[in-house]
Nanobody
Framework: QVQLVESGGGLAQAGGSLRLSCAAS????????MGWFRQAPGKEREFVAA????????YYADSVKGRFTISRDNAKNTVSLQMNSLKPEDTAIYYC?????????????????WGQGTQVTVSS
């Protein structure tokens, strides 16, 4: 059983930056593909970014490409999401997720474990 705990959310102004982190415990972190998803009020959960086991492959939603960067540190069992040039439409609860595969994509059903989420609010 893998436990995931997100941190780093908060309030930012449009054009600003935030860095989210997700700490994993209870499993072999380097054997999980990791992803970030988000869910805004009244909307479906949507894919943001994913990274493979060793960090060699990363994928992004078109809406965040060029602004967000996903990375991982297998020695520290953490995955991060650097968010730059934030927009009000980035406001959502952000979730970290783990998939028992070397790489995973944007389908939430592929992921086996989820964190509780962290709120990100971007003001205009």
């Amino acid at each position: 059983q893998v436990q995931l705990v997100e941190s780093g959310g908060g309030l930012a102004q449009a054009g600003g930056s935030l860095r989210l982190s997700c700490a994993a415990s209870g499993g072999t972190f380097s054997r999980y593909a990791m992803g970030w998803f988000r869910q805004a009020p009244g909307k479906e959960r949507e894919f943001v970014a994913a990274i493979s086991w060793r960090g060699g492959a990363a994928y992004y939603a078109d809406s965040v490409k060029g602004r967000f960067t996903i990375s991982r540190d297998n020695a520290k069992n953490t995955v991060s999401l650097q968010m730059n040039s934030l927009k009000p439409e980035d406001t959502a609860i952000y979730y970290c997720a783990a998939d028992r595969a070397w790489v995973s994509g944007g389908n939430p059903s592929e992921y086996d474990y989820w964190g509780q989420g962290t709120q990100v609010t971007v003001s205009s």
